[in-house]
């Protein structure tokens, strides 16, 4: 068969958009293994040590520090945690913050969910700018179960865009060094990084994942979520063009390495299931940044995914952190888990009536999609 004369994208990208629909069409309802809870995305404090443009929690602490004393400590987590069930069956638990290796008892805690949770896998989201603090309790930590541990951090463009937006000077540097360090004293230990964009850094993405995948780092990129409590972030056409550009540049390097195009023709696309997730997430990126809209019904968040602020406030995904569905200090989680708040909630998100486009709810999406597409029939070229 001859091949089309068309970019990697033109050709690929209608593929996508077929299995996306199989996909749709043999997920009609969510089964009982979709309401199994499997990832959390635990805030252990806000304390941090930089002041992104992105964020509204650094100035929290600096307004009311009686606020982080009031953040749960060790027991209090440990307790609501063995006290619940539907918490028993975590397979990804993401420990972030604000930058949660400045909470006293981070490294306790790190060794309390690897033994609570002895199959998941477990992050730590540190922006990994302060040196000797950082340093000394990743090293504690990975020192005693470094095989079950990944590390993640946000690299928001090279040198001093990376300090601009993260409101500290040095703190490319700081994050480098650390980088360094990991990578020569747990040199099995994955890091992986995201990209935020804003109209103050997009141009740098392409840079970025450059030196991620020279550093053999893994690599995303999302657009900022809005808060209330920053700048308001306004994006034009032409920059979001450039993000677009940028991707396209991405995606045809992607799809030449894996031999995308020769996967297809061969008949074998399932056995690149992991490409089509990435560049479904990388397509549907930019066309979220030129319309944001739900573009898959189905969202897992409130199913599969929880997220709890240091406070014990519970709620469903970080779009949703201002709605809460209940506290673990009143009320214990499988409990909260079922009430009429979080079922109406489930209403909301299950008529599509919230979008994003973040990794952590999009890509289980993706993934779950492909699974139902492939290895049906392929569709090759018409
Ligand atoms: S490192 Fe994270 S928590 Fe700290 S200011 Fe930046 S975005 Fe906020
Ligand atoms: S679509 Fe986005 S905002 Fe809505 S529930 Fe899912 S993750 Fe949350």
Redesign the pocket.
């Known amino acids: 068969m001859k091949k089309p004369n068309a970019t990697v994208k033109e050709f690929i990208y209608p593929k996508l958009d077929r299995w996306k629909d199989s996909g749709l069409a043999r997920w009609p309802v969510f089964t009982a293994d979709d309401e199994v809870l499997r990832e959390l995305h635990f805030e252990l404090t806000y304390r941090c040590n930089l002041k992104c443009r992105i964020c509204d929690l650094w100035g929290q602490e600096r307004q009311d520090s009686t606020k982080v004393s009031l953040e749960m400590g060790a027991d209090e987590i440990k307790r609501f945690v063995r006290g619940s069930k539907k918490l028993s069956r975590l397979e990804v638990l993401v420990l972030s913050g604000g930058e949660p290796l400045l909470k006293n008892d981070a490294v306790e805690l790190v060794d309390f969910f690897t033994a609570h949770s002895p199959s998941a896998s477990i992050g730590i989201l540190s922006n990994l700018s302060n040196e000797e603090l950082i340093r000394a309790r990743l090293d504690e930590i990975f020192s005693r179960c470094a095989p079950r541990l990944w590390v993640g951090t946000s690299m928001d463009g090279i040198g001093p865009v990376h300090d601009k937006m993260r409101g500290a000077p040095g703190s490319w540097d700081r994050m480098v060094k650390t980088i360094a360090f990991l990578r020569e004293r747990y040199p099995s230990v994955d890091v992986s990084i995201t990209y935020t964009m804003t109209p103050h850094n997009y141009r740098e993405l392409t840079a970025v994942h450059d030196w991620a995948e020279a550093h053999k780092c893994g690599f995303g990129a999302q657009y900022v979520v809005q808060k209330e409590g920053t700048e308001v972030f306004r994006w034009t056409r032409a920059q979001l063009g450039e993000v677009s550009r940028q991707v396209d540049a991405l995606v045809d390097r992607l799809c030449r390495q894996a031999d995308a195009v020769g996967h297809i023709y061969r008949d074998e696309a399932d056995k690149l299931k992991w490409l089509w997730a990435r560049l479904y997430y990388w397509r549907t990126l930019v066309d979220y940044g030129f319309e944001p809209k ?1 573009y898959f019904p189905p ?4 199913r599969r ?1 929880a997220m709890l602020d240091p406070w014990g406030n519970v709620s ?5 952190k201002k709605k809460p569905v209940g506290n673990v200090r009143e009320t214990p989680f499988d409990v909260l888990w079922e009430n009429d708040k979080a079922r109406r ?1 489930r209403e ?2 299950d008529a ?7 990794m ?3 890509n289980p999406v993706i993934d779950r999609l492909l699974a139902l597409a492939l290895p049906s029939p392929v569709p090759v070229a018409p």
């Open positions: 739900r969202c897992l968040a409130g995914y469903f995904c970080s779009p949703h909630l909301h998100i599509g009536r919230c979008d994003c486009w973040l952590c709810t999009a």
